[in-house]
Every structure is written in C-alpha cells, then in structure tokens.
Nanobody, 122 residues
Framework: QVQLIESGGGLVQAGGSLRLSCAASGRTFSGYTMGWFRQAPGKERELVATITSGRSTNYGDSVKGRFTISRNNAENTVYLQMNSLKLEDTAVYYC????????????????WGQGTQVTVSS
C-alpha cells in the first residue's frame, strides 16, 4: 500500500509560481509512474504531467513550457514546479502513482492523494 500526501498549494497571483510536492510512503515508489492531474469545478479530471520510473515526462497541452515535473526517488517525492500561472490553472491538483497502461489518463493509477487547492487570482 502506498500513501500519497500533497502539499504546496495556495493562492497566487497570475504570472506567479508555485511548487507542489507529493510525498509517498512505501518502498516501491521508484518503480511507479507518477502523475499530476487537476480538476476544476464542473470539469473532468485532466492530465497535468507524468513522469515514469525512467524519468520520461509528458505534459498536458495547456501547461507545456510552464510546468515541470520531477522526482527524487531517494526522498520518495515527486514535484510539480508551476510557473507563469494563469487564472485557468485554478483547480484541485492531485498526485497519482502506479503502473497505468495509459499514463496520460487518470484511469489505471492505483494510488491517489487527497488533493491540494491551487487558486490563481488576477
């Protein structure tokens, strides 16, 4: 069993930056694909970024060039650096981990955090 705990969310002005962290318990963290997804009110959960055990990364179109996902296996932590934040980035951000067949979709991830709110203001 793996437990994921997100932190780092908050209120930020448009154009600003935030760094989200996701701390994972369990010894198998390094072997998992890790992902960040987000969900805004009334919308479906969508891909933000993923990183495989081999550190290959993938990003949603709306965040490419602005967000960076990384992982530190020694600390069992995955990060999401968010720069040039926009109003439309406002959402609850979820950390996910597992061995999904399709990493870009939420389906297939075995483990989820509780979510952290990111609010971008004008």
């Amino acid at each position: 069993q793996v437990q994921l705990i997100e932190s780092g969310g908050g209120l930020v002005q448009a154009g600003g930056s935030l760094r989200l962290s996701c701390a994972a318990s369990g010894r198998t963290f390094s072997g998992y694909t890790m992902g960040w997804f987000r969900q805004a009110p009334g919308k479906e959960r969508e891909l933000v970024a993923t990183i495989t055990s081999g550190r290959s990364t993938n990003y949603g179109d709306s965040v490419k060039g602005r967000f960076t996902i990384s992982r530190n296996n020694a600390e069992n932590t995955v990060y999401l650096q968010m720069n040039s934040l926009k109003l439309e980035d406002t959402a609850v951000y979820y950390c996910a981990g597992g061995s999904p067949w399709e990493p870009a979709t939420p389906v297939g991830y075995e483990y989820w955090g509780q979510g952290t709110q990111v609010t971008v203001s004008s």
